[in-house]
């Protein structure tokens, strides 16, 4: 399978406990982006990287969040002492810069559940 | 600022009948408008986009979608719809503000009866 995974696919954890995510994007794709979607609307852009820059981070991107892309391939998004309210898919995407008119490519997602 | 209203939460159709998915966009500039489906389970799939000419872009499993600009739409269509087409659908614009940043509606579930 030559797309985008993403690892866990579920994950289930207390409030309070960190937690941390990977992303393999395709592996040609030089811009990697984070999404999280809540039940029942779209995905809302989180951060951003091209090759191992993280080039834009959104106000949703609280201090608690944290996203590294350490050799330009695959990403990690962290989220530290999580909070109920940080129950969504987490979502990753990945395209080629010099054709990117927008058309990204989806993993599957990781859902959260904090309790 | 971009943003992308998909004024209906749901939307039924008969297999075999024409469908109809509703996206309106306000944008700054020229739009790059696309629509993406999310099946349970599964990632984001991408179906087809408009970056420029014909107003009628033809994407992924025979859906289609005109482009209209006086009225600032880009409806997404399908001919004779399939159960199998049951899913989420989103529309998305480009953000020119970022270099890349994709603006999501708030999605369209699709229900195609037997």
């Known amino acids: 399978d030559t797309g985008v995974s993403q690892d866990p696919r579920h994950k289930i954890t207390k409030r309070g406990q960190n937690v941390t995510f990977r992303c393999d994007p395709i592996?040609?794709?030089?811009?990697l982006y984070w999404y999280r979607q809540t039940l029942g609307q779209g995905p809302e852009f989180l951060t951003y990287f091209q090759n191992e820059a993280q080039l834009e981070k959104s106000r949703l991107l609280s201090d608690r969040f944290s996203a590294e892309r350490p050799k330009g391939s695959f990403s990690t998004l962290e989220i530290q002492r999580t909070e109920q309210g940080d129950s969504a898919m987490y979502l990753c995407a990945s395209s080629l810069a010099d054709r990117d008119r927008g058309e990204q490519f989806f993993g599957p997602g990781t859902r959260l559940t904090v309790l | 600022a971009q943003s992308v209203a998909q004024p209906e939460d749901q939307v039924n159709v008969a297999e075999g009948n024409p469908l109809t998915v509703k996206c309106t966009y306000s944008v700054s500039g020229n739009p790059y408008l696309f629509w993406y489906v999310q099946y349970p389970n599964r990632g984001l799939q991408f179906l087809l986009k408009?970056?420029?000419?014909?107003?009628l872009v033809k994407g992924s499993y025979g859906f289609e979608a005109e482009f209209n600009k006086s009225q600032t739409s880009f409806h997404l269509k399908k001919p004779s719809a399939l159960v199998s087409d049951s899913a989420l659908y989103f529309c998305?614009?480009?953000?020119?503000?970022?270099?890349?940043?994709?603006?999501f509606g708030s999605g369209t579930r699709l229900s195609i009866r037997p």
């Open positions: 408009y970056i420029t000419g014909d107003n």
């Open positions: 998305a614009v480009r953000d020119y503000s970022s270099a890349s940043k994709i603006i």
């Open positions: 592996s040609e794709h030089n811009r």
